[in-house]
């Protein structure tokens, strides 16, 4: 059984860049065909897919992000992380890694199987 767990500050100021941390265990970042995710939840809104790192470790984003995201991992202490540079107050929310361990789609929120407990950011002065 994958398990994950966001890690990372919860106050961020306006413009800084929001970093944060996803530790997995149960399953390596580097198995064939995982796909390893991080998607938010804006206060009284839906999720929102950011991008993912592949086993490969290639990497998309969804396309309104991807001028400020940048996701990266570690195989040695298996985590990834993500960046999300010139945060406003619009970006506060719950911040979720995610995992897919089959085949298949990973663009979307609905594609993973696997979902760490979330971690509030919340982007304020």
């Known amino acids: 059984q994958v398990q994950l767990q966001e890690s990372g500050p919860g106050l961020v100021k306006p413009s800084q860049t929001l970093s944060l941390t996803c530790t997995v265990s149960g399953g390596s970042i580097t198995t064939s065909y995982s796909a390893w995710s991080w998607i938010r939840q804006p206060p009284g809104k839906g999720l929102e897919w950011m991008g993912v790192i592949a086993y490969d470790g290639s990497t998309y984003y969804s396309p309104p992000l991807k001028s400020r995201t940048s996701i990266s991992r570690d195989t040695s202490k298996n985590q990834f992380s993500l960046q999300l540079s010139s945060v406003t107050p619009e970006d506060t929310a719950v911040y979720y890694c995610?995992?897919?361990?089959?085949?298949?789609?990973?663009?979307?929120?609905?594609?993973?199987?696997?979902w760490g407990q979330g971690t509030q950011v919340t982007v304020s002065s």
């Open positions: 995610a995992a897919k361990t089959s085949r298949g789609s990973y663009l979307t929120d609905t594609d993973y199987d696997y």
